[in-house]
């Protein structure tokens, strides 16, 4: 059998009394594309790291074209044509594309014409079409992420790996992803890409590497395996996949959430929300399909109360509600997952139970002559813990302890019970797992069958075509329009985010 071009043998890695990597062994030959599968903390990154020089292995060598490499730094990683592509990109939005290329990577007196061309030919030479001359700033997420590929490729990086590539693409940027992967280990290079969604890697992948707890679970080519096979692998279980019931028709149904001709304008810049005007049902979940950043955040804080309309109305149960409180919102009813949850969400250096009554706290069920009920308190978190499937040692454990999975579970289980009309989400399984994605999916669902009206915002379009009935595109801060779930394919879909606006009857 061939060399590898690069092979890790016995890695391991710890972190206090933490295992990150135990006894990790796998190679990839030139021309290949692996895919690295696990759930979070399955010590995915890490090992990557470990390759990239961030990180140091405890145990365990490297070889490269079977030399052994020491790899202590990125410097020394990219010496040998290893790059690595984060999930939150590292440009200069005031700079343009060139100057974030060659930036520390062309030292002296810098030819600015010379390395412009460069950047315009490589450009070229791989379907980008990028304005190389374009400030960062002024870039669509997608051709951002195409910048962050040609930093790799002008350093004539051989090995590129890469960090949840697609997270933030539409559909169509997606596939031109994948074209580019294909293009470019025809070449003779190699990819290694972590992510979670099957889909990608089945369709792309030679190989596929699945984690587990630190260590290596499966190692299979994806020709001989199924995503059934990789769930069970990842999990260490078979999972039983949440799927959405039909409505019995529309009979009966009230309109829980109403926004009528909702604009929020901050002074002196363009609306962030421009004339909105929807309804959700009654027993509905309403989907809001977007890429990051066109307003979706400004829609559910309208709704929660935390930013006020420049003009429209919301009505909720027929009431008006544009004037009122937050605390006056979330008395009654309506729970908020926002996308960010350390920033918004939960106290870190509190403990669960302290969390699950945070929004509440001002609530009488809590005291008792004038001191707080620690007894009942306790009760109503571990039924939450039961229920959600909280990994946790116990009400008293600090939220800050929890892998991200777990943390979000118990922001779930605190709004769910909050709202006793309506529920929004925004992001509500961004950077999970395969099992806490599911767990979540199947409380969103059991909500929606007790009669709860659910507005869900996600950038993954296999998460709104389960889950939600009706489908609204935002672009800008306005709708592109309003579509039953089974009326919208993948490619119309991945169009309307990117503003592309439907003819009528076409």
Known sequence: MDTPFFELRNISKYFARVVANKDISFSIQRGEVLALLGENGAGKST????????????????????????????????????????????????????????????????????????????????????????????????????????????????????????????????????????????????????????????????????????RLTGDLTADETSEVELARLMMGKEMVVAKREENEGDRDRKVCLELQNVTVRHRGALPVLNDLSFQIMEGEIFGVAGVSGNGQEELCEVICGALPVSSGRVFLKGRDITSTSVRERIS????????????????????????????????????????????????????????????????????????????????????????????????????????????????????????????LVSTELSEIFELCDRIAVIYKGAFMGIYRHDELTTERIGLLMAGYKEEKGA
Not at 83 to 92: D, E, R, Y
Not at 142 to 156: M, R, S, T
Request: aromatic share 6%; charged share 25%.
């Open 47 to 214: 090992v990557m790291k470990i390759l990239y020089g961030l990180y140091k292995a405890d145990e365990g060598q490297i070889f490269m074209d079977g030399k052994e490499q020491k790899i202590s730094s990125p410097r020394d990683a990219m010496a040998l044509g290893i790059s690595m592509i984060q999930q939150h990109f590292s440009l200069v939005n005031a700079h343009t594309v060139t100057e974030n290329i060659v930036l520390g990577n062309v030292h002296g007196v810098i030819d600015y014409d010379k390395c412009r061309r460069e950047v315009e030919d490589l450009s070229k030479q791989y379907g980008f079409d990028i304005p190389v001359d374009a400030k960062i700033a002024d870039l669509a997420v997608g051709v951002q992420q195409k910048v962050e590929i040609l930093k790799a490729l002008y350093l004539k990086t051989s090995l590129l790996i890469m960090d949840e590539p697609t997270a933030v693409l539409t559909p169509q940027e997606s596939e031109t992803l994948m074209q580019f992967v294909k293009d470019y280990t025809s070449r003779g290079n190699s990819v290694i890409f972590i992510t979670h969604k099957m889909k990608e890697v089945m369709e792309v992948a030679d190989r596929i590497i699945v984690m587990r707890n630190g």
């Open 332 to 455: 009654l009813g309506i729970g908020y997952v926002p996308v960010d949850r350390y920033r918004d969400a939960m106290v870190g250096e509190m403990t669960l139970a302290e969390n699950m009554m945070l929004k509440t706290s001002f609530d009488r069920k809590w005291t008792d002559h004038g001191f707080l009920n620690r007894k009942k308190l306790y009760e109503y978190t571990l039924k939450a813990i039961k229920d959600f499937e909280i990994k946790a040692p116990g009400p008293d454990a600090q939220i800050r302890g929890l892998s991200g999975g777990n943390q979000q579970k118990v922001i779930l289980a605190r709004e769910v019970n909050n709202a006793g009309e309506m529920l929004v989400m925004d992001q509500p399984t961004r950077g999970l797992d395969l099992g806490a994605i599911n767990n979540i999916h199947t409380n969103i669902l059991e909500e929606r069958r007790k009669g709860k009206s659910i507005l």
